[in-house]
């Protein structure tokens, strides 16, 4: 008979599982039944884990199905209206997004004959790529996929590749709207990455590492205390980076419908749609362990690992939030306006932020 402890063991998951005490009681009440055993362990393997549950696909899709409804309703609140409400009006009318997504489903997916029909296709499922693999590299307390010492540069480097699929879709569609869109999109790219990647490359400089685990651990006092103005550059380079207001110009309804993906519907558009709920969580989980210490905070009691966790996505919620709230105080910058900020004020901030990062460290403070 096969012990499913030396299994487990030859597996290499029996020393790097998440600490749970409570689950891990209910582990040894199940000797008898190996192959549950076997497979409890393997999810709670940490790699698998961060991949998976945490904060990977399964959060992941969790924001993506209830955050739309919480925008919406919070800016509803905010603006003295009531948001999503006829459908199953008891509920407040989170039964919406349920609507939307069998609209998604169903409709049909349109390809007009000036399209470039395979990259017209191919893109909208392609944008998810980028989308996710920063998700390997972002821990939740200590859970992380994959731990490397030059995370910090990857995520960088994939979500810099975000905007070049946005292009794809306007090329793809072949399309004279679809193309200003995209001019659009390249203009604000170009804009906002530059002062992003100072503002991560200062929070790099005063912690000494770009090892997001490392970071998170060094933040006695969180980043956002030490460096305000990091924090307030990356925070306006992610909300252009995720066209929220008041930098949804690539997709202004008046004059551009909807940007460079104006010529997609159905489940191709759906996939677009969440596309900025996808980056918006990316970057606020980057902007957790940059600034805000991560899943650091007070153990709770029975939770082990999962402490760090559910503070990691108390800070992502919280970030989230106030990224959102945007669109209810501010009006849309034109693209002059918003370029203007990009390589001005914005571009000035970040630099100024990593000049107070080389003071911090070179006066002894970290």
């Given amino acids: ?36 055993k ?26 993506l199905l209830f955050f739309p409804w919480i925008e919406r309703k919070l800016c509803g609140r905010i603006q003295w209206r009531v948001g999503p409400h006829e459908i199953v009006w008891w509920l407040g009318g989170i039964i919406q997004l349920l609507a939307d997504s069998l609209r998604f489903l169903f409709q049909e997916v349109i390809v007009h004959k ?37 995370a910090i540069q990857i995520i960088l480097a994939i979500i810099c590749l ?18 200003i869109g ?8 170009f804009a906002y990455e530059v002062p992003f990647i100072i503002a991560v490359l200062a929070m790099i400089v005063l912690y000494g590492t770009s090892d997001p ?49 104006v010529e997609y519907s159905g489940i191709a558009f759906g996939l677009i749609y969440v596309l900025c709920y996808e980056k918006a969580y990316v970057l606020a989980g980057l902007m957790a362990i940059l600034f805000l210490g991560g899943g650091s905070g007070p153990a709770i009691a029975g939770l082990g690992d ?4 559910i503070w990691f996505l108390l800070k992502v919620v919280i970030v989230l939030t106030t990224l959102f709230a945007l669109r209810t105080i501010y009006p849309r910058y034109r693209l002059d306006q918003g370029l203007s900020i990009g390589w001005g004020a914005l571009l000035s901030l970040s630099l100024i932020a990593l000049a107070l990062s080389i003071v911090l460290v070179q006066g002894g403070v970290i």
């Fill in 162 to 179: 975000f905007p070049l699929f946005i292009l794809g879709l306007g090329w793809a569609s072949n399309s004279r709207f679809a193309f």
């Fill in 38 to 63: 076997l497979i409890i362990s393997f999810i709670l393997w940490k790699p698998f884990f961060a991949a998976l549950i945490c904060p990977g696909f399964t959060t992941l899709g969790i924001l």
């Fill in 1 to 36: 008979m096969i012990d499913i402890n030396t299994v487990i063991t030859g597996l290499g998951i029996a020393g790097n599982q998440v600490s749970i005490p409570l689950v891990q009681q209910m582990l040894d009440l199940l000797p008898e039944i190996p192959m549950v």
């Fill in 114 to 150: 000036d399209a470039h029909r395979p990259y017209f296709l191919q893109f909208p499922f392609l944008t998810f790529i980028p989308a996710l693999l920063p998700l390997m590299f972002i821990p939740a307390g200590n859970i992380v996929a994959i731990e490397t010492p030059y």
């Fill in 182 to 189: 995209t001019v659009r999109e390249a203009f604000m790219y």
């Fill in 213 to 261: 685990v490392g970071i998170a651990n060094k933040q006695t006092i969180w980043g956002i205390i030490l460096n305000p103005i990091a924090a307030l550059t990356f925070f306006i380079a992610a909300a252009m980076a995720t066209s929220r207001m008041p930098f949804e110009i690539p997709e202004a309804d008046q004059e551009l419908a909807a940007g460079p993906h």
């Fill in 306 to 309: 999962l402490s760090g966790v």
